[in-house]
């Protein structure tokens, strides 16, 4: 799960890390009245005011400007809140204190899965698209893999202040930035925390300009509070329903839905499937149950996605019996009239026999192995396109 910029930052603040002051708006009025509280308060021009959206490169796209007056700020709130920002549009703005710029640090840590720890990446070219300098220019960037049974030490915070050139007016700031931006990384479950830039002023000071976290989502139960920062407008719309009915769902690109019990036959489903050169349109694991709600809203959500053109249900009926997911299949076709999707089935283990019967005189095409029914699936499908 992501979470916006000012929501980030509220995070860090709390571990540490010095962000500008600063507050959100989803109107130009109110943009104009958090200013001018902010300049009440001795905030100094330029305002800086930034696109609250889940996807990067916001200054690129326009979603960041700098308000030099007062009468600047609504102007510039109302022109940002219309735009849409890589198919996201923007709801709220985060109005801030501008900061001297002297130089942009790239400072983040991410799971690295091959590693099997978390790893810090440091780079004095920050402020651009990390993934750009990682392709074109590697040696820029510094990994910094952190024993979690050790923890962050203070040589590997040296070592990073090092790479990245940093004053030493600063060294202090900055210090406590990567130990701040490690706790929160541990005790929030992240799977990325991210400032970038990490500003070194022309004070020397050293602050945080932009802030990005992301959390696992299966950690999400031990933090309500973060659970709660979910923004649904932004997240897909199949997936945001199929959370909704408990489905277990990834939405993928190509036209076979797959319908399995289990995560483990859903991951060998969709394997088969390119095997026999077709593609999967999502992962989708019904669970053990399959009762007939749980297959009906499945179905309609495997072809509410336009590109689906076949259906591949895939049950193994281990504790599961199949006649009861053939039932649940059958109630489920009667509940979807205008039917015309072709669906390819494959049904083994208890009770396929009975299974079978039930469904014989049904417009399903049966397949008596996985590999057959995958071959079947990707043919129709293939046929139909
Ligand atoms: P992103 O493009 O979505 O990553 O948004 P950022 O918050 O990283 O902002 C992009 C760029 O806008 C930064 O790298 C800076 O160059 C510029 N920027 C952001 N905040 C300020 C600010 O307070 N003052 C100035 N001068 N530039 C800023
Ligand atoms: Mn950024």
Redesign the pocket.
Known sequence: MKIH?YQAKAILRNYGVRT?NGDVAATPAKAEAVAKKMVAKGATF???V??Q?L???????G??K?AHTIEEVRPLAKQILKMNIKGEIVKQVLI??????QR?IYLGIIVDRARKMPVFMASAA???DIEEVAASTPEKILFVPVEPLLGLTDYQVREMAYFVDIPKEGMKDFAGIVKGLYKAFMEKDCSLAEI??L?ITGAKEVIA??A?MNFDDNALGRHPDIAEMRDEAEEAPLEREARRLKLNYVKLDGKIGCIVNGAGLAMGTMDIVKHFGGEPANFLDIGGGAKAEQVTDALRLIVSDPKVNTIFFNIFGGIVRCDLVAEGILIALKNLPDWNTPIVIRLSGTNEEKARDMLKGSSLISAATMSEGAKKAVEISNRAA
Request: glycine share 20%; charged share 25%.
């Open positions: 910029e500008p330029p305002l800086v930034k696109s959206v996807v990067g490169g916001r200054g690129k796209a979603g960041i700098l801030e204190q501008g900061v001297d710029i942009e920050g402020g651009v970038n830039p500003v300009a932009d990005k």
